[in-house]
């Protein structure tokens, strides 16, 4: 499962955040991302855990959790099936399924 890990200090490391979600079960990989433009750490990240009932717990038992001064936010990571900036760079969202209309 996929879980988004939000509201992060800029103090936060992989290792860091590998070790809190490790409590809770097998973690597979930790993300946090940079801003590609200007460089500068975005505060979230994603940590990918393999058994969901793992996953499931660490949520309930990370979410609203202080770590290095902040309280994190934490649920399973929700992504949407069309990329936005896609969707921009071709003129906003199209509606293909509506009926043509007749002059």
Do not use: C
């Not at 946090?32 to 990240?45: S, T, V, Y």
């Amino acid at each position: 499962m996929n879980i988004f890990v939000g509201n992060m200090t800029r103090e936060v490391t992989k290792e860091g955040l590998y070790e809190v979600f490790q409590e809770f079960g097998t973690v597979e990989s930790v993300t946090i991302l940079i801003d590609r433009i200007n460089g500068m750490w975005k505060a979230f990240g994603f940590v990918e855990m393999p058994n969901e009932n793992e996953a499931k717990k660490a949520i309930k038992n990370i979410d609203g959790r202080e770590f290095l001064g902040q309280y994190l936010s934490v649920h399973e990571a929700r992504f949407h099936s069309i990329d936005r900036r896609l969707a921009y760079r071709q003129g906003g969202r199209r509606h293909t399924d509506l009926p043509e209309i007749k002059k």
